[in-house]
């Protein structure tokens, strides 16, 4: 079998191409970015809301009431991004209790929030950032791509902890079975397998329960570091 | 201009002549050449903002970390991430035609860079991370923010993955 130190060589080799006739630190291409950087106010980019207002409103017309969010409008509101980008669009919502970055996920899922590099449908990975106290919620895989907004993360596990990776993890299953309005117990359990391999959770195991229900839903017990396929109905169409 | 601004620009400016080079070389390795410009442009921009946690300069690991961050961030949603690795496929592809003397040796390497591309991301960043980049099992986990002994279970584990994704590439081939 081949050594480490034989396959490592071999990796290098495969990727020296790329690198090769790279831009020094005089180049044009460095100059560049200097000059975005160090252009007056780009320390501060301004964060503007502009869209709080309208989406608030155009939700609440829309439906926003069955999500039982914008009952109260003097709660502190979050805010869901389309992109990470000053000028995103922004979806603003009063939840009930602590908001969480998983409360935009209805948001994306309905078509309130679009970005051309996210499946029409689907839920991004959200990550949560602080502006002045208020959840400003991101599409990004990373907390630290808050500070691309001039926002600090919101307090998160460390992203490759093993409780970040559980997050994921859970995460990674909800959206799988949300593709389905019945998900398969073998397609939930494998993924769920897969998922748990991956992330390099070893102690945690699989188990499912029987049950007159057809469709596969996930619950976690994490005092026996279990996840569990449990049966649920089917979703109700459109639910 | 101020004297702490002047101070911070200068420092601004170190970090460039520093580590510049590595951290477009990071992203190379990961990102197509079109997106590598404002994607080093990310980095630096979060250097700026975070350079007075460093007086001592911009370490050039933390700055790899906030690289890994923002090509992680390029790859978000599957078909974003089978996008770009076909492209850079492609890319890498084009610029190794060109060196005709290497042909010999290229096959296994072809290999080595089709595999890579198979295997899972997480895989395939802890090797990239310790195989391209140099960087320790210790370092590796301050960048991804996990413990040694776990970075080093799962890179031992992610090789022994493209171990057997090459053997079986170079079986079909």
Request: net charge negative.
């Amino acid at each position: 079998m081949m050594r480490d130190e034989e396959l490592d060589e071999l990796i290098r080799a495969a990727y020296e191409p790329l690198t090769r006739d790279l831009p020094g630190p005089d180049s044009p291409e460095a100059t560049e970015i200097r000059r975005r950087i160090l252009q007056p106010a780009s320390r501060h980019v301004a964060f503007r809301p502009r869209l709080v207002l309208a989406a608030v409103l155009v939700l609440f017309a829309a439906g926003a009431a069955t999500w039982g969010l914008l009952r109260d409008v003097e709660r502190p509101i979050a805010r869901c991004l389309s992109a990470v980008h000053p000028d995103a669009d922004i979806v603003g919502l009063a939840p009930d209790g602590a908001p969480t970055p998983e409360l935009c996920e209805p948001a994306w899922l309905d078509g309130a929030l679009t970005n051309p590099e996210v499946e029409p449908g689907t839920v991004p990975d959200l990550v949560g950032c602080v502006d002045d106290g208020v959840l400003v919620v991101i599409p990004a895989s990373d907390p630290s791509a808050c500070y691309l907004l001039d926002l600090e993360p919101a307090a998160e596990p460390e992203p490759g902890s093993p409780v970040a990776d559980l997050a994921s993890v859970r995460g990674e299953l909800r959206r799988f079975t949300l593709q389905y309005d019945c998900p398969d117990f073998d397609a939930v359990t494998t993924e769920a397998e897969r998922l748990l391999a991956e992330a390099g959770l070893s102690d945690w195991t699989v188990e499912v329960r029987d049950g007159p229900e057809p469709c596969a839903s996930v619950a976690v017990d994490e005092a026996s570091s279990t996840f569990i396929i449990v049966p649920i109905p089917p979703r109700p169409p459109g639910g | 201009m101020s004297e702490p601004a002047a101070n911070t620009r200068l420092r601004l400016e170190a970090a460039f002549d520093d580590h510049y080079t590595d951290v477009v070389a990071f992203l190379r390795r990961r990102l197509p050449a079109e997106s590598v410009q404002d994607a080093a442009a990310d980095v630096f921009l979060v250097a700026w903002k975070r350079i007075d946690e460093f007086p001592d300069g911009l370490p050039r690991n933390w700055l790899l970390g906030v690289a890994y961050r923002v090509a992680s961030q390029a790859y978000r949603g599957t078909r974003r991430r089978r996008r770009l690795e076909e492209e850079l496929s492609r890319q890498r592809q084009a610029v190794s035609a060109d060196i005709e003397d290497e042909a010999a040796a290229r096959d296994e390497v072809d290999v080595v860079f089709a595999a890579m591309q198979e295997i899972s991301r997480s895989d395939r960043d802890l090797i990239q991370l310790a195989a391209l980049d140099g960087l320790s099992h210790a370092e590796i986990g301050e960048i991804i923010g996990t413990s040694t002994e776990n970075v080093a279970v799962r890179l031992s584990r992610a090789r022994q993955r493209l171990r057997t994704r090459v053997e079986e590439i170079g079986e079909s081939s």
